[in-house]
């Protein structure tokens, strides 16, 4: 079974930064591409980022110049990396493992409060 645990999450000032980690199951980790989704209450959930088996990226407009996206196959872990945070950016984040039709396995989630 695919697990993937997302950690990182919290609450910080509009301008701050947070680092998201997502420990995935090895057996996965190093043969697919990884995303982060997010949802905010009473929206529809969105594509943040993806990175592919090989390292290319993705972004939505809305984080491009603020988030990266990277993996550590080491570590069986893809983080998002969060900077000039908005409170628009205010969601749960979730973790997931992308195909070529879009995710197949999804983290639990982790909440990320961005005050103004």
């Known amino acids: 079974q695919v697990q993937l645990v997302e950690s990182g999450g919290g609450l910080v000032q509009a301008g701050g930064s947070l680092r998201l980690s997502c420990a995935a199951s090895?057996?996965?980790?190093?043969?697919?591409?990884m995303g982060w989704y997010r949802q905010a209450p009473g929206q529809q959930r969105e594509l943040v980022a993806t990175?592919?088996?090989?390292?290319?990226?993705n972004y939505a407009d809305s984080v491009k110049g603020r988030f990266t996206i990277s993996r550590d196959s080491a570590k069986s872990t893809v983080y998002l990396q969060m900077n000039s945070l908005k409170p628009e950016d205010t969601a749960v984040y979730y973790c997931?493992?992308?195909?070529?039709?879009?995710?197949?396995?999804w983290g639990q989630g982790t909440q990320v409060t961005v005050s103004s």
């Open positions: 997931t493992v992308e195909t070529n039709l879009g995710p197949r396995y």
């Open positions: 990175i592919s088996s090989v390292g290319y990226t």
């Open positions: 090895r057996s996965i980790f190093g043969s697919n591409a």
